[in-house]
């Protein structure tokens, strides 16, 4: 059991730290290939290390490279794009991650203990999607707010323009599309 406390203190914490990677700047496309080739020069070292151990100790070192593999390519994807729908797939790849790499964990118990350890594994997978979900309408809803906003401003600047005329008022109704970025 305090394998799992340190395994969600570890995906609160991976969590925590993401947030402010989202708001990165985007990289180029040849820093985007580099880490490619970087990330699976990385799993298949990680991969190749775990040839070593044996029994469920090599299919947890082999779970946690898949793991540290998917979340590096989710969060290169992130950092090209600077997408909030690719800071959802960081969130939903650790998620998914952490829960492998617990149920692999899970297998060296035995009866009550093994069922238990990965009702555990899958509660805090489900919490952590959950979250990351929450965290993908809650960046919809700020987005549709920004547009309604951005509407409302236009609005304004269009009815201000109609107490002029002529030149004046096409300039200023051409200068309020530009500005709110109107058609």
């Not at 914490?13 to 708001?23: C, N, V």
């Not at 985007?32 to 029994?55: L, P």
């Not at 005329?165 to 599309?177: F, L, T």
């Amino acid at each position: 059991m305090n394998k799992l406390n340190i395994l969600r203190a570890a995906l609160l914490t991976a969590t925590l730290l993401t947030l402010p990677a989202a708001y990165a700047a985007t990289m180029t496309e040849a820093d985007y290939k580099a880490g490619k080739t970087r990330i699976s020069a990385d799993y298949k070292t990680d991969k190749a290390a775990c040839a070593s151990q044996a029994a469920n100790a090599k299919d947890i070192c082999i779970e946690v490279a898949k793991a540290k593999e998917k979340v590096a390519l989710a969060e290169l994807e992130h950092g090209y794009t600077g997408k909030a729908a690719d800071r959802t797939k960081v969130l939903v790849a650790k998620a998914e991650s952490a829960y492998a790499v617990a149920k692999e964990r899970c297998d060296d118990q035995a009866g009550n203990a093994k069922d238990v350890c990965v009702m555990e594994a899958k509660a805090i997978e489900v919490k952590a999607l959950a979250d990351a979900k929450m965290g993908q309408e809650i960046g919809e809803a700020k987005k549709d707010a920004a547009t309604e906003k951005r509407d409302a401003d236009y609005k304004v600047a269009v009815e201000k323009c109609d107490a002029m005329a002529g030149d004046a008022k096409s300039s200023c109704v051409a200068a309020a599309k530009t500005k709110f970025g109107q058609n």
